[in-house]
C-alpha cells in the first residue's frame, strides 16, 4: 500500500511535463521557442510601427509640396517627394532613374525571404543538402540586399552634384544629422534611423543565418532531430522582409 | 556520422521523412508579392500623388503583408489562439497611426497658420 501512494505522488516526476498543470498542454501547438519568437516579433512590430508612424506624424506637421513633379525644387520650406530624392542608380550616375534602385533592393529581399521558406521547407523533409543550399542562397541575397543599402546611405550622404542652395548663399550636398540638401532636417534624420533600424536587423538575420549554415554544415540539428532552430531563424527573416514592404511603401512611394 | 542514402534517413519520431518538396504555395504567394509590388512601382508613374493613390498602395501593402505573414510565417497554419494573440496586439497600432497623424497636422496648423 505504502508503495502504491508513492507511486501516485511521484507520477508527475515519473512523467515531467505531461499533466495538464505541469506544462503539458500545447494550446498553441507550438513549441516554446517559437511561441517566443513569435511574441519577440511582435515587440518588436511596435518598434518598427512606431517609426513610421513617427514619419507619418513630422512629415503631417511639415508642408506638402504642391507643385508638379517636374517644378520640383529641394528646399527646406517642403516636405520632398521621394521620386526626386531617390533617382539615381550605381552606374548610371547623372540619369533620373526614379524608385528603381529601392525597388530592386526590395525584390531581392522578397527572393530571399523565398529562399528561406524553401530552408526551412527541406528542414521538415530532414534534407540536409538541400538546407544548406537555401540557407546558402538567403545569406547571398541578405548580404546583396546589405551592399545596395551601403550604396543607397553613401549616395544619400555624399549628395547629387548640385547640392542645394541654402539660406546663407552656401551650398550644402548631401545630407547629415543636422542639416541635408533635400529637405527639412527631420527628413534625413528619419532616413537614418528607419533605414538604419531595418538595416541592423537584416545584419544580425545574416549572422544568425551564418550560425544556421554552420550549425546545418556540422550536422547539429540533424542529430536534434529537427530543423527547429532554422524555421525560428525564418520567422526572423520574413518578419524583416515584412518591416522593409511597409517601409518602401510609406518612405519610398506616399 | 555513417554516409547514408536518403530513404534511410529518420525524424525523431523515427519515421521516415525524405518526401516531395511541396512548393507550390510558396511560389503562389512569391507571384501574388512580386505582381502586387510591379503593380506599385507602375502606379508611382502613371498616376500623380493623391489621396487615392496613397490608399492603394496603403491596401495594397496590406495584402503584400497579409501574403508574408500568412504564407511565409506559416500564421495562416497555425491554432487559432496564436493568430488572434498576434493580430489583436497589431489592431491596437491602427489607432496609434491615425491619432500620431492627425495630431501631426495639428502641430504644423499651429505652427504655419497661427496668426492668419
Same mark, same amino acid.
Given at each position: %500500500?505504502?508503495?502504491?501512494?508513492?507511486?501516485?505522488?511521484?507520477?508527475?516526476?515519473?512523467?515531467?511535463?505531461?499533466?495538464?498543470?505541469?506544462?503539458?498542454?500545447?494550446?498553441?501547438?507550438?513549441?516554446?521557442?517559437?511561441?517566443? %519568437?513569435?511574441?519577440?516579433?511582435?515587440?518588436?512590430?511596435?518598434?518598427?510601427?512606431?517609426?513610421?508612424?513617427?514619419?507619418?506624424?513630422?512629415?503631417?506637421?511639415? $508642408?506638402?509640396?504642391?507643385?508638379?513633379?517636374?517644378?520640383?525644387?529641394?528646399?527646406?520650406?517642403?516636405?520632398?517627394?521621394?521620386?526626386?530624392?531617390?533617382?539615381?542608380?550605381?552606374?548610371?550616375?547623372?540619369?533620373?532613374?526614379?524608385?528603381?534602385?529601392?525597388?530592386?533592393?526590395?525584390?531581392?529581399?522578397?527572393?530571399?525571404?523565398?529562399?528561406?521558406?524553401?530552408?526551412?521547407?527541406?528542414?521538415?523533409?530532414?534534407?540536409?543538402?538541400?538546407?544548406?543550399?537555401?540557407?546558402?542562397?538567403?545569406?547571398?541575397?541578405?548580404? %546583396?540586399? $546589405?551592399?545596395?543599402?551601403?550604396?543607397?546611405?553613401?549616395?544619400?550622404?555624399?549628395?547629387?552634384?548640385?547640392?542645394?542652395?541654402?539660406?546663407?548663399?552656401?551650398?550644402?550636398?548631401?545630407?547629415?544629422?543636422?542639416?541635408?540638401?533635400?529637405?527639412?532636417?527631420?527628413?534625413?534624420?528619419?532616413?537614418?534611423?528607419?533605414?538604419?533600424?531595418?538595416?541592423?536587423?537584416?545584419?544580425?538575420?545574416?549572422?544568425?543565418?551564418?550560425?544556421?549554415?554552420?550549425?546545418?554544415?556540422?550536422?547539429?540539428?540533424? +542529430?536534434?532531430?529537427?530543423?527547429?532552430?532554422?524555421? +525560428?531563424?525564418?520567422?526572423?527573416?520574413?518578419?524583416?522582409?515584412?518591416?522593409?514592404?511597409?517601409?518602401?511603401?510609406?518612405?519610398?512611394?506616399? | 556520422?555513417?554516409?547514408?542514402?536518403?530513404?534511410?534517413?529518420?525524424?525523431?519520431?523515427?519515421?521516415?521523412?525524405?518526401?516531395?518538396?511541396?512548393? +507550390?504555395?510558396?511560389?503562389?504567394?512569391?507571384?501574388?508579392?512580386?505582381?502586387?509590388?510591379?503593380?506599385?512601382?507602375?502606379?508611382?508613374?502613371?498616376?500623380?500623388?493623391?489621396?487615392?493613390?496613397?490608399?492603394?498602395?496603403?491596401?495594397?501593402?496590406?495584402?503584400?503583408?497579409?501574403?508574408?505573414?500568412?504564407?511565409?510565417?506559416?500564421?495562416?497554419?497555425?491554432?487559432?489562439?496564436?493568430?488572434?494573440?498576434?493580430?489583436?496586439? %497589431?489592431?491596437?497600432?491602427?489607432?496609434? $497611426?491615425?491619432?500620431?497623424?492627425?495630431?501631426?497636422?495639428?502641430?504644423?496648423?499651429?505652427?504655419?497658420?497661427?496668426? +492668419?
Amino acid at each position: %500500500m505504502a508503495i502504491s501512494t508513492t507511486a501516485t505522488q511521484n507520477a508527475a516526476y515519473e512523467a515531467p511535463r505531461s499533466g495538464t498543470w505541469d506544462g503539458g498542454n500545447e494550446p498553441f501547438k507550438a513549441s516554446y521557442g517559437k511561441l517566443m %519568437m513569435w511574441f519577440f516579433l511582435l515587440s518588436d512590430a511596435f518598434t518598427f510601427a512606431a517609426f513610421l508612424t513617427t514619419y507619418g506624424m513630422v512629415r503631417h506637421r511639415h $508642408l506638402a509640396y504642391t507643385g508638379t513633379p517636374e517644378a520640383f525644387k529641394f528646399s527646406t520650406a517642403y516636405w520632398p517627394i521621394p521620386e526626386k530624392v531617390f533617382n539615381a542608380f550605381p552606374g548610371l550616375h547623372g540619369y533620373d532613374i526614379p524608385l528603381a534602385f529601392v525597388a530592386l533592393m526590395t525584390m531581392i529581399l522578397i527572393v530571399s525571404s523565398v529562399t528561406m521558406v524553401l530552408a526551412v521547407e527541406a528542414g521538415h523533409r530532414m534534407d540536409k543538402d538541400d538546407v544548406q543550399k537555401w540557407l546558402l542562397w538567403t545569406i547571398l541575397f541578405g548580404g %546583396m540586399f $546589405l551592399g545596395c543599402q551601403a550604396w543607397e546611405w553613401a549616395h544619400f550622404i555624399s549628395g547629387t552634384d548640385e547640392g542645394t542652395l541654402m539660406a546663407d548663399g552656401s551650398r550644402f550636398f548631401g545630407a547629415n544629422l543636422t542639416m541635408n540638401q533635400y529637405g527639412p532636417v527631420l527628413f534625413a534624420d528619419l532616413f537614418f534611423f528607419i533605414t538604419g533600424f531595418h538595416g541592423t536587423h537584416v545584419f544580425s538575420g545574416v549572422c544568425l543565418l551564418v550560425y544556421a549554415f554552420i550549425a546545418t554544415t556540422n550536422g547539429t540539428f540533424h +542529430k536534434r532531430g529537427h530543423y527547429e532552430m532554422v524555421e +525560428k531563424i525564418g520567422l526572423y527573416w520574413h518578419f524583416v522582409d515584412l518591416v522593409w514592404v511597409f517601409v518602401f511603401t510609406f518612405f519610398y512611394l506616399i | 556520422m555513417a554516409h547514408h542514402a536518403p530513404e534511410h534517413d529518420y525524424n525523431a519520431e523515427g519515421h521516415a521523412v525524405h518526401g516531395k518538396p511541396n512548393v +507550390k504555395p510558396i511560389l503562389r504567394a512569391l507571384a501574388w508579392i512580386v505582381g502586387i509590388t510591379a503593380f506599385e512601382f507602375l502606379l508611382a508613374f502613371v498616376m500623380d500623388a493623391s489621396t487615392l493613390r496613397n490608399s492603394i498602395f496603403i491596401i495594397l501593402t496590406i495584402f503584400k503583408a497579409f501574403f508574408i505573414v500568412a504564407e511565409f510565417m506559416h500564421l495562416r497554419h497555425e491554432t487559432k489562439g496564436l493568430i488572434w494573440s498576434i493580430m489583436i496586439p %497589431m489592431a491596437l497600432l491602427i489607432w496609434l $497611426l491615425v491619432a500620431l497623424v492627425s495630431e501631426g497636422s495639428f502641430v504644423g496648423e499651429a505652427i504655419f497658420n497661427a496668426y +492668419k
